[in-house]
């Protein structure tokens, strides 16, 4: 049967996470209803990497099979037909036949993105997560550099994370203010259960001055969750984009500028 590989942007605010789940909102939910109606039979997705409940997606990668011969365009315009408001196709082409959207994937990008004031915001509710402590980015960016490579990250694992193995390959992380917004971009060859988020909760305390800066590296010498910080909130957390080897003709959609300069290190 013929693959497709679609683009998938998603709010993730009013979804209990991306899996398939009993009398709960789900994006798998919606996006399988909307394809099997273009399909005209059930459709069954695969996704690069399952999202938390409240967690967004600038660019989440799913791939399926389908028996229905349909022009690429009725995968996006019919798609996006029947998805509701929150959940859209951002483009659409054919796969080849051993691609796979989770393990030919050999890179996964994050951003974090942390509101730094006083008050919170009533425009970007559960868009951001909220800091009212002034934040060093500069810091944390400092700390932040321990954790590249090749490592194991038990101490930024959730405690029920099921993975066989605690160690990931970093390829790089960059924290940086915006205005009133300091922004947390990561890349892995994959991600540990709430790993971008349990890095981002230590982040934050050493930019509020409560940890020094290498604390980080502690923390990966001591390799016990029990002694980091807490886990930050989804709010703030968008997938932002999979890298796949250039032989699958997956263009970099990646919100991440710095991707170009930097893409030969992960064919």
């Known amino acids: 049967m ?16 991306w899996q398939w789940q009993t009398n709960r909102r789900t994006v798998q939910t919606v996006l399988e209803q909307a394809l099997s109606k273009v399909a005209n039979h059930p459709v069954t997705v695969m996704c690069a990497g399952r999202t938390d409940s409240g967690v967004h997606a600038l660019e989440q990668v799913v791939h399926f099979d389908t028996e229905a011969k349909r022009d690429i365009n009725a995968w996006l315009l019919g798609g996006n037909s029947f998805l509701p408001h929150d959940v859209k196709i951002i483009w659409a082409k ?29 425009l970007s509710y559960r868009q951001v997560t909220w800091h009212y ?15 590249i490579g090749n490592h194991d990250f038990s101490s930024f694992r959730a405690q029920s994370c099921q993975s066989k193995s605690p160690f990931r390959v970093m390829h790089f992380i960059d924290v940086y203010r915006q205005e009133n917004q ?20 230590v982040l934050m305390v050493i ?3 409560k ?5 980080c590296l502690e923390l990966l010498s001591v390799k016990d969750r029990k002694l980091a910080a807490i886990t930050a909130p989804p709010d703030g957390l968008y997938l932002g984009g999979v890298f796949y080897p250039q ?3 997956i263009e970099k959609h990646c919100v991440f500028n710095k991707l170009p300069d930097d893409a030969k290190r992960f064919d």
């Open 207 to 209: 930019g509020a001055g």
């Open 247 to 249: 032989r699958y003709g």
């Open 133 to 147: 402590e002034h934040l060093d980015a500069d810091k944390m960016h400092q700390a932040a550099q321990f954790l």
């Open 94 to 122: 054919p796969a080849l036949d051993d691609f796979h959207a989770r393990y030919s994937a050999i890179a996964r990008f994050y951003r974090y993105i942390i509101l730094n004031r006083p008050i919170q915001s009533a």
């Open 182 to 201: 300091v922004i947390m971009d990561i890349s892995a060859n994959a991600f540990l259960h709430h790993m971008v988020r349990n890095i981002a909760g």
């Open 211 to 215: 940890q020094p800066v290498d604390w």
């Open 2 to 17: 013929p693959r497709i590989v679609l683009g998938i942007e998603y709010d993730g605010r009013d979804f209990s996470g």
